[in-house]
């Protein structure tokens, strides 16, 4: 495969690195992810993270395990236990999807490598798109929240959210961008406060409890997110503590945007509860680990609750930004998603 390189994902002969995600910001730190072992723990413990990412990752693993002598049967199984990696985001599954369809032609190797590349291409562009027609709805001086992480990190391209914004800051309409922390693995806090200061939009970092205060002071103009799968309802499900600032958005008044790719789209998914909701390590939330070492607050026996996820109501979203377009509340009613 040819050399290839995007923010998080890095292509060097038969070998595919990631940036790992959970070194940053402090360190850029790529971790080799050739095997389908490796891709799987990375995804599991967040090194690769981002819907559109996890299923780019996917799909250029099973082409270069395919340039590197790998069996169509065995190919096969990679793919399905791959799938199976990280069950709500829809992107893998989609990108999946095309991969087996490949998978199945006479001349498989050059399939794979071919259909890969073109999902990456195809994200790049989905991702202008997307951050072209979410700009327009950005009104001068807009003082904008996000939460989670929706930039380059999670994406082959300029991001889902987060390359709405930086268009729209390059478009002389962003004063602030308030950025919750996103517990508790902080994605905000470590990868949206580092790619906007490196994008040079000023932000502000808020522990995820404080948006509501924002919103009572009236600092809010805007709320922007992305998703992890968007059922035929509307319904979106996407990083936990979402659901939470849609509805303080319905009671303050203010706009909540959710900005996706198609790939993020299930039609075949009624509604958001049918969507599946990843439980996570309940180690995650009773401490902290890092380099500095390991840390415990909560009682050795706490019992935890830890989705990964929530769902938010399509009766709370304001608009759903995709490459084709913004799709309205109405639209979506009349079953736009279907």
Known sequence: MQRLQTTSLRV??????????????????????SSTEAL???????????APLIGLSASLLLALLAENGKSRDE??????????????????????????????QEDYVPALVAEALRLID???????AIAR????????????????????????????????????HQQGRVSNVWVDETRPLLQGGRLTAWEL????????????????SLMAKGQVDAVWVGADRIAANGDVANKIGTYSLAVLAKFHGIPFYVAAPQTTLDPGCPNGEAIPIEQRDPREVTGVAGSFGAVQWAPDDAQVYNPAFD???????????????????EEVAKGRFN
């Open 12 to 33: 060097t002969g038969n070998q595919l690195f990631i940036l790992d995600q959970q070194a940053l910001p402090q360190e850029k730190r790529w971790l080799d992810a």
């Open 40 to 50: 799987v723990g990375h995804i599991h413990a967040l090194r690769v993270r981002g």
């Open 197 to 212: 200061g490196e994008l040079g939009v000023p932000y502000q970092l808020i522990t995820d409890s404080m948006a509501a």
């Open 122 to 128: 195809e994200d790049k562009q989905l991702c202008d």
């Open 133 to 168: 027609a979410g700009s327009a709805l950005v009104k001068p001086g807009s003082r904008l929240l996000t939460h989670c992480n929706t930039g380059g990190l999670a994406t082959a391209g300029v991001g889902t959210a987060l390359g709405v914004i930086a268009l729209a």
């Open 75 to 104: 190919l096969a199984d990679a793919l399905e236990i791959l799938r199976a990696s990280r069950p709500t985001a829809v992107n893998l599954m989609n990108n999946l999807d095309r991969m087996k369809q490949a998978l199945w």
């Open 311 to 329: 769902v938010t109501p399509a009766a709370l979203i304001s608009g759903w930004v995709l490459d084709s377009g913004v799709v309205l509340p």
